[in-house]
């Protein structure tokens, strides 16, 4: 379970495969929805880890994540 949670923890953009969103670790809309993608063991992670190659897997950027990102 820890081995799942720092893999997580080594990307950038993290997808969640209930709902084809994506959420930037770095500017995160809500802590608590990354814990909440972590517990239904339904992440999704990218390579190369760019918000490019999530929206080519098909996953929509949050635009929560990308608002605050904005600054
Ligand atoms: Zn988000």
Redesign the pocket.
Known sequence: MSNRLVRIEEHQWLGDKRSF????QD????PA?LDDIAKAESWATFGPDTSVEARNRGYRV?????A?SAG
């Open positions: 969103m994506v959420h930037d500017n995160v809309c809500d929805v949050c635009s929560a994540c990308a605050n």
